[in-house]
């Protein structure tokens, strides 16, 4: 076999064989395979596509470059949640205790921000002392206990997806339906969980720009999914906004705990809810999601979840005081705002600019080895639908230094989008996908 014919197969339109995906994957992570000829692929992929047997097979493969997670004498059921990547988007962490604490465990591999969207290792890095790269013992003891616990992917995970995706990332590649899948489920069914609930964003701050194409999204990962034997469910929601009113590490992580002890933004509770709904419907605690949905406000408002959020803080070494005393003043220095530049409503606030202006600030990195700072973020005072007057406070926004905050700050203010007449609400969950 020649990775060449593959390419070339692949560029015509054919459909790829399970023994010609082994080979590409395989050569490539043993090295055997360049760079090249794999970009060259990928971009074939991008344009002609894959079929569903063949997306199920890449995944299959890719899962095979590594070793999965071993769980087994730990009480399961096992259900994770996975987003396909937002702004302000810190549903995991609320997720995670809210379903331990209902005797649901969440082995959550998690990844870095990258580009506009965020990261759930570098919120959770933002609390003093809390380590993400945990050991596969660590991890399953700490899974064992708290019932969730939250790493990155240690480097025998998927091999074939943490080179491919670096590689996709620099060729134009990235947004392509079987690749993400592929990536998405390879990474999920690694972690070891019985079930998954995915979060398929779309709009200005996803991938997906429109409801068409996070549908597609969806309905490739849950087919791919079934089609391996995982039970999965996918919610399609907007990404337009940012979700929630805090975008940044530390500021993000602040939020999780407010939505914890009742006091979160109403649109990060509704899709935090209807994803947990889900997700306990899944752990079957739950014959629907509506009688789900019911458990996990009931287990919120004992206060629970807020004890298992903090006990896994301490677990993964987290200074737990010095995390409470923090909250509200982790800010970084360099301080600015953004004002209504006109009186009426605002309209929305692009998620997509907003995430990018978080680059410069230090909240998300451009290249995976690039820092990000903890207290960088944007705070949003008002958001789509909100009356405000000409001067009003529309966000504050601390940087990393004053470059970033010079270069952030005509971004945020581009953000804003205003409108004349009350804008119709925006549905946060479009549909399910079962
Ligand atoms: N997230 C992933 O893990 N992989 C992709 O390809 C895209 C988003």
Same mark, same amino acid.
């Given at each position: ?203 200005? $701050?996803?991938?997906?720009? &429109? @409801? /068409? +194409? #996070?549908?597609? !999204? ?6 791919? %999914? ?56 899944? $752990?079957?605690?739950?014959? &629907? @999601? /509506? +009688? #789900?949905?019911? !458990? ?6 004992? %206060? ?131």
């Amino acid at each position: 076999m020649r990775a060449v014919d593959i390419i070339m197969r692949k560029r015509d339109g054919k459909e790829l064989s399970r023994e010609e995906l082994a080979f590409l994957i395989k050569g490539y992570v043993d090295g055997t395979i360049p760079e090249y000829q794999v970009s060259a692929w990928a971009m074939a992929v991008f344009f002609q596509g894959m079929s569903p047997v063949e997306t199920a097979a890449l995944t299959e493969v890719m899962f095979k470059s590594g070793t999965a997670m071993d769980l087994s004498g730990i009480a399961g059921p096992f259900v994770d949640k996975h987003s396909t990547g937002g702004v302000g988007d810190k549903t995991s962490l609320i997720l995670a205790p809210l379903i331990a604490a209902l005797g649901i465990k969440d082995p959550m591999m998690s990844g870095r921000a990258l580009g506009h969207t965020g990261g759930t290792l570098d919120k959770l890095e933002s609390i003093p002392g809390y380590r993400t790269n945990l050991s596969a013992g660590e991890f399953r003891e700490i899974l064992g206990r708290d019932g969730f616990a939250m790493a990155g992917q240690t480097r025998d995970v998927v091999p074939a997806d943490r080179l491919l995706y670096a590689l996709r990332d620099v060729t134009g590649t990235v947004e392509s339906i079987p690749l993400i899948t592929a990536s998405i489920l390879a990474k999920k069914a690694a972690e070891g969980a019985d079930a998954l609930v995915l979060d398929v964003k779309y709009g200005s $701050g996803a991938f997906m720009k &429109d @409801p /068409a +194409a #996070g549908e597609q !999204l969806a309905r490739s990962l849950v087919n791919t %999914g079934a089609a391996l034997g995982m039970r999965i469910t996918a919610l399609l929601t907007d990404m337009n906004e940012p979700l929630g009113a805090m975008v940044g590490n530390f500021l993000e992580v602040e939020e999780s705990l407010d939505c914890l002890e009742g006091n979160g933004p109403a649109d990060l509770m509704e899709v935090s809810l209807e994803l947990a709904a889900r997700m306990v419907v899944l $752990g079957n605690k739950a014959p &629907d @999601p /509506a +009688a #789900g949905r019911r !458990l996990c406000e009931a287990c919120l408002a004992s %206060g629970r979840p807020r004890e298992f959020f903090l006990a896994n803080i301490q677990s993964q070494g987290g200074d737990v005081p010095r995390f409470l005393e923090l909250r509200g003043t982790y800010r970084s220095p360099y301080e600015g705002e953004i004002r209504a530049v006109q009186s009426g409503y605002i309209a929305r606030i692009d998620a997509w600019k907003v995430g990018h202006a978080g680059i410069p600030l230090g909240v998300g990195r451009n290249r995976t080895e690039d820092a990000v700072s903890p207290t960088a973020g944007v705070q949003l005072h008002r958001k789509g639908g909100d009356l405000v007057e000409a001067g009003d406070l529309v966000m504050t926004v601390w940087a990393k230094d004053t470059a970033g905050l010079a270069a952030a700050l005509p971004q945020l203010a581009e953000a804003v989008e205003y409108a004349e007449k009350q804008p119709v609400p925006r549905r946060l969950l479009l549909k399910e996908i079962t």
